[in-house]
Each structure stands twice: as C-alpha cells, then as structure tokens.
C-alpha cells in the first residue's frame, strides 16, 4: 500500500511553490475580501518558499520528519493571515503523519487535523475563505478508505467545488463575482499533492480567477506579525483577546515546538507589540502598511447594506431571515473590535447601516464605525436601545430608497418606538414606584419602573404585568405592538397576552417572536 514518503514531501513543497508562483498575478487580482491581506499570492508564495528552502536545508529520514521540518520553516517564515493558516495546514499534517504513516485514510485523518489546527489559530473564523474549503475538504474525506492517490485527487477536487461556492457565503465576494485569494491558493495546494501523488503535475487554472483594477488609498492601519517564545500557552486565549480589541484578522499559530506567529490588522502597532512582550520574547517583527482595495463598485444600482448586532440566538436567526447579516453576541457580553469589523468589513457595497440591539452594543457599534479598519466604508449607527427598535428600524427600511432617506427612516422609527420590559428582580431594590423585592416581576417602561407585581411569578401575574405596562404605552397612541419573548417565558403567555390585548385594545395589532434573551421576560415595542 502506497503511503506518503520523504521524496513526496520533497516534491509537494516544491510544486507547491511553483503552483503558487503560476497563479500569484491572478490570487492578487481575485482578493478582494477588505479585511485579507493586500497581497494574498505574494504571502502565501512567500511563506511556503521559505518552508520548502528549510526542508532542502535539512536531511528527514522520515516523511514524519519532513513535514515536521516543513511546518516549523512556514510557521517561522508565515507572512499575512493568508500565510499563518496555510502554515497551519502544514502543521495539522505533519503532527498527524507524527503518529502514523499517510496512506489513504491516513491523508483523510491529516486534512482533519489540518483544519482544527487552522480554525483554532484563528480568532474570528469567516465563511467563504480559505477556512471553509478546508472544513469541507476535511468533513468529505473523513471516513475515506481509498487509496493515497484516491483521497488526494477528492480532496483536490472537493476543494474546487467548494471554492466555487463561496462567493455565496461571504457578500462581498459575491458582489464581486469571484472568490476568496486564501481559499484560491488552498486548492492550488491540494492540487499540487494530487499531482505529486499521481505524478500527473498540470499548470494551474480556475474559471473565477478575475482582474480588478482597484484604487488604494495612503495606510491607515497595518499588519503586525511576529515570533513570540517562552510563553505560556495557557495565556494565548487572553493574548487572542488582547490583540482582539486592537483590530482584527486575529491569528496566533504554532509550530509544535513552542514558538508561535502572531498576525493582526490594526492601528496602534505598539499595542500589538506589548501584548507580545508582556507573555513572552518576540522576535522577528515585521510591520507593513495594510492597503486594502477600495470596496467594488457593486452591480444592481445598490451599494449599501444592512447589519444588526443583537444578543439571543432565535432573534439573530429572525434577522437573518430577513437578509441582515447579523453578529449574536452572548447576554452580558460585549462584542470585540475584531467581531464588529468583521461585520462590516464582510457587508457588501461601500455604505453600511449597523443596528445595535441595546445601549452597550450601540458603544461598541460606534467604536467600530471609527476605526482606522473601516476607513474605507461609509458606516453609519443607529442608536437602539433595545431590540423592538431594531425590528422597528427594518420594518421601515426600503433597498429601493436613496441611502440617506432610508437612513433617516430608519432612525425616526427607531426613535418613535417606546420600549417596555418585564424582568424579574435579582435583588431588593427601591424604585419609584416603591420597594422590590428579589423574584418580584418588575415592569419598566423606556427604562423606567412603572409597576411591581409581587413574587412568586406566575403565568398569571406575567400577563397581569405585561397588560399593565402596555397599557400605560399604549395611553399616548399607538397602533403596532410587538413582543420578543425571553428564555424563560412560561409558552403559553404569548397567547395568553394577545387574548388579554385583543380585549382591551381591539385597535392594536400584536406581533411576538422568540426574542431568546436572558435578561428579560418580555420586550415590548409600541410604534
């Protein structure tokens, strides 16, 4: 039975190199992902030329031993996000081939380990990159038992339908009509081990390889990599954190020998070195201007989007239905620096319109829309305070609308909406309406506590509350209640609440969804 040997890795590292020197002119032209690097192909070319140079350097007896060597040269010498990863790749191979030999379902094994060792270098992992054409190359060969020469040619050839399918997994590839530059040097990889394999090597091409002339501006942000030794692993998750909050394409990989690279796109350069220096020894720092391309100009006569930020996964999924990208975040959690570029930076089109759902999304929301990483974008938020005012907010929005006018629509609506709230009190507190007790329902109207209904909580003082509180809403007009439901929410007080509504305001039309939130029985909006 054929397994990979020390010749094979030889081979690999050198048709990797010349496949990726073939397509380099048309990688960078393809690259159009604002938060990737400016120079995918030249990175990626890079990295595993240094990678191939260590292992002619060095003598494995092993194929083990040989990619071990290879993995630590393109570690060392990783250049842009796009080269961190493809080091990892490398990496996730060679510690599979570390506890058995490459045959068939040994390759199927390796491409497994490659793509848990990429996806946990990576802060903020992002569909339709070079992430996800390895998550399905693995997922498709997992259970193989071909041969080596069968599981190679798959993955290859999975990676390319993967690759095509992309452009739908990430807007701004689709609005350009072409793919992800990592993504598209992955498959040129895969390519080169079936052909080495096969020892049927053919000259690389792809159907979505696409020449944009784009513009570039003067940097305002830049690309901080670095060697960091003699750290603690233990303390890389804050590290990830730590450089996080600086800006985003967020990577901290190693190579199995205790030396990691650390990569990130930010402003502050000396922020991103002493998170460094305070867990460890950097070394070989390399600092370069970013210089993304100016986003594409977008067919269809729309160049703008829409984004929400929101806490509670059944909201996220009721705005996604709605064809908003959306950032779900958990109850009480802030969403980093990285996490709100990637949501901007991923939308389509060159104006962006954030809804944060709540006071402290709307702070991190604004944090984003100033920083150096979205200079190319024209973001504007929409301060919400709560959730029912970005469900008013896209109720009213219009695609077809001049951006400005629909802005502003946005914004009245969201401001017209009066905002209600049933929680339950943690602890004894005094309000103006008098003193509250822990387990009390508590019911606030635009943030203000308007009634108490005395624990325990039933079905029946929920609704009690909630009809009490809209009442006061609904005093000062309205004609459009709607209602997110928290967690906890006994299931038949939505119903219960809509016969109690339709009652005493036979006027008003209700709407109630699974909002998922922790912190709050009920939301209520009235418009």
Known sequence: MRVLDVAAVSAWSAACVHSLSVLRPAIDGINVYPVADSDTGSNLLFTLTAARDALAEAEPATAAEALAVFAKGAVAAA??????????VVRGIAESAAAREIDGPGLAEALGCADRAATGAVSRPVAGTILTVLHTVAASVRDATGSLEEVAAAAASVAAEALEETPKQLPVLAVAGVVDAGARGLVAVLDALSGVISGSLVEPEHPLEAHHHHTVDAPTAWEVMYLLDDVDEGSLPGLRK????????????????????????????????????????????????????????????????????????????????????????????APTVE?????????????????????????????????????????????????????????????????????????????????????????????????????D???????????????????????????????????????????????????????????????????????????????????????
């Open 79 to 88: 250049k842009g996000n796009s080269g961190v990863i493809m080091s990892q």
């Open 441 to 527: 329902v508590v019911g606030l109207v635009d943030g203000e506590v308007v009634l108490i209904e005395p624990a325990p909580a039933s079905e029946t003082s929920l609704v009690a509350a909630a009809v009490g509180v809209l009442n006061r809403m609904l005093a000062l007009g309205g004609e459009l209640v709607t209602v997110l439901t928290g967690v906890d929410v006994p299931v038949r007080l939505p119903g219960e609440l809509a016969d109690q509504l339709r009652l005493e305001h036979p006027e008003v039309e209700l709407t109630s969804y699974a909002g998922g939130q922790s912190d709050a029985v009920l939301l209520m909006g009235v418009e």
């Open 242 to 333: 730590t450089l996080s909050g600086l800006g985003d394409s967020v990577t901290v990989a190693g190579d199995g020998a205790g030396a990691y690279a650390v990569h990130v796109h930010c402003a502050d350069i000396g922020a991103a070195l002493e998170a460094g220096i305070e867990l460890g020894r950097p070394r070989r720092v390399r600092v370069e201007p970013l210089i993304t391309p100016t986003p594409v100009e977008v067919g269809g006569g729309v160049d703008r989007s829409v984004v929400a930020v929101v806490h509670g996964g059944p909201l996220a999924e009721l705005l996604r239905a709605e064809g908003v990208a959306v950032l779900s975040v958990p109850p009480g959690v």
């Open 339 to 439: 996490e709100m570029l990637g949501l901007i930076n991923e939308a389509a089109g060159h104006h962006v319109t954030v809804l944060p759902g709540g006071q402290e999304l709307t702070a991190a929301a604004d944090a984003a829309a100033s920083h150096a990483m979205a200079a190319d974008r024209d973001v504007v938020v929409i301060p919400c305070v709560s959730p029912v005012q970005v469900l008013a907010a896209l109720a009213v929005h219009d695609k077809d609308r001049r951006t400005n006018d629909d802005v502003v629509a946005m914004a009245e609506a969201a401001a017209a909406t009066r905002r209600g709230e049933l929680r339950i009190a943690q602890e004894e507190s005094l309000t103006w309406v008098g003193r509250a007790q822990a387990g």
